[in-house]
């Protein structure tokens, strides 16, 4: 009878110490105000439809900013995997990301064009390395980072 005793004690202690710690760790569940609002809005099934305000004040479309030029300086595909990089306007980008201007799409396996779409106007472009796209013009052409045979100029006295 005493070992009965021992554990009822034992047992009644440590769920006392549990309704205790139960009040430091707050409300679990909403308070019996809560309770009652919830069920009268469950009760009269009111729902609750969104205000369209419209505005007397009419905002310009926001216009659409190209930019100057798409120059593709280069790429690097991978075959481990991972991403490889595209070097558009100097700035490298991995593929399937972008910048301001432009995004990069997936690097094909056998191919050698980068796709491209401009952030702007969601044009869909594919360079080469090497090519730069002009988008006041709607042109690719070759970019020259040096002069070339023709181009004028002197040399010398």
């Known amino acids: 009878m005493r070992i009965f005793t021992l554990i009822f004690v034992s047992v009644f202690i440590v769920f006392s110490q549990i309704s205790l710690a139960g009040d430091s760790i707050g409300r679990l569940f909403t308070s019996p105000a809560e309770r009652s609002n919830l069920d009268y809005l469950r009760q009269t099934k009111k729902l609750v439809k969104p205000v369209k305000v419209e505005s007397q004040v009419e905002t310009e479309p926001a216009s659409i900013v190209l930019p100057n030029a798409v120059n593709l300086q280069g790429y690097v595909k991978r075959n481990d ?48 390395a090497g090519q730069v796209y002009d988008p006041e013009n709607n042109r690719v052409h070759e970019a020259r980072n040096h002069a070339a045979q023709g181009d004028s100029g002197t040399i010398g006295d």
């Open 81 to 128: 995997g991972k991403q490889g990089t595209v070097w558009v306007n100097n700035q490298a980008l991995q593929e399937n990301s972008g910048n301001k201007d432009v995004q990069v799409g997936k690097l094909s396996e056998a191919g050698n064009r980068v796709p491209l779409e401009l952030s702007a106007n969601g044009k869909h472009l594919s360079l080469k």
